[in-house]
Structures are given as C-alpha cells and as structure tokens.
C-alpha cells in the first residue's frame, strides 16, 4: 500500500466580500460576517462544498449585479455546484450570517439577507441542514469542503485582525 496516497491534501482560502469560491479540491474557506451572509453547499455524493459571503439582499434594477447581491450569490454558487456535477437533490446548505445591531444600523440588512438566501435555496428544493443566523454578534466560518465541517465563532465585536492576513492579535 502507498503511503502517500489516500488522504487528500487541503488548502486554506479567505473568502472575501462579494466572492463565491468552489475549489477543485478539499479546501478550509474562512471568512467573517457581521450583517453579511454566507452560503455554503454541499454534494453528500461527490463530497465537494463551495461557499459564497454576500451583503446585500438583493440588486434593484440598474444596479450592476454581482456577487455581493444575495439574489446573485445563491443562484451562482447553486449554477456552479450544478456546473461541476452536482444535482440539487444531492445538495444541502447552511446559512450563516445576518447580525443586527441597532447601536451601529439603522436598518436590520442582516435580516433580509436571511431571508434572501433562504427563499432562493427553498425556491431551488435545496435542503438547509443547519443555520446560524442572525442576533447581534458577528462570526467567524471555517468551512471544511471535503467533510462539510463548519466552525462558527461567534464575536462581540469584529477586529481588523480577523480579516485575512491575520495581522496582530487575534
């Protein structure tokens, strides 16, 4: 038997703002919400995940529509699992995200965000398997694609050290 062979190698990705990341191969993709969202899916029969983080609900008319749009991220990271051999009924989602603190907002966008997500995945029959979503605290994800292990983290309050590179304390 060779030794080298079985267990897959994984990579470490910072999911930005406004990105849809679906990698080739078992990958750990941290990112971190305060009223963003982010979408991770999953393929129980391919054992692949892809993730999304996106701020707003939805693009109105005129507005360029990019991943930073709910209603854009969903379908597009739903279009590439499908793109790359999915089919949806084997696809779950989780959802994370959404916070809403009235001291710093003025509008709960946390909220909306939640609700975009879960009415495109509910619209494409994608089961969510589990959420954690909303309140007012922000989050750090670290989602495992080759197992569909999430870690969530929860913060009273966002450093700029939480963002990748992960500068100074943390």
């Given at each position: 038997m060779d030794n080298h062979s079985e267990k897959p190698v994984t990579r470490d990705y910072f999911l930005k703002q406004g990105y849809i990341?679906?990698?080739?191969?078992?990958t750990v993709i941290s990112t971190v919400l305060g009223s963003s969202v982010s979408v991770s899916l999953y393929d129980k029969r391919l054992k692949t995940g892809g993730m999304n983080h996106f701020l707003f609900p939805a693009a109105d008319t005129g507005k360029l529509k990019t991943s930073l749009y709910g209603?854009?991220?969903v379908l597009t990271l739903i279009?590439?699992?499908?793109?790359?051999?999915?089919?949806?009924?084997?696809l779950e989602a989780q959802i994370f995200g959404g916070a809403y603190n009235a001291d710093h907002f003025n509008q709960d966008i946390g909220y909306d965000n939640i609700k975009t997500a879960r009415n495109i995945l509910s619209r494409k029959q994608v089961k969510i398997s589990s959420e954690d979503v909303g309140g007012e605290l922000g989050r750090k994800i670290v989602f495992n694609t080759l197992n569909n292990e999430i870690l969530t983290l929860k913060v009273d309050r966002l450093r700029e050290s939480d963002w990748y590179p992960y500068e100074g304390v943390r």
């Open positions: 990341y679906l990698p080739e191969k078992p209603n854009i991220a279009r590439m699992m499908l793109g790359n051999g999915s089919v949806l009924s084997n």
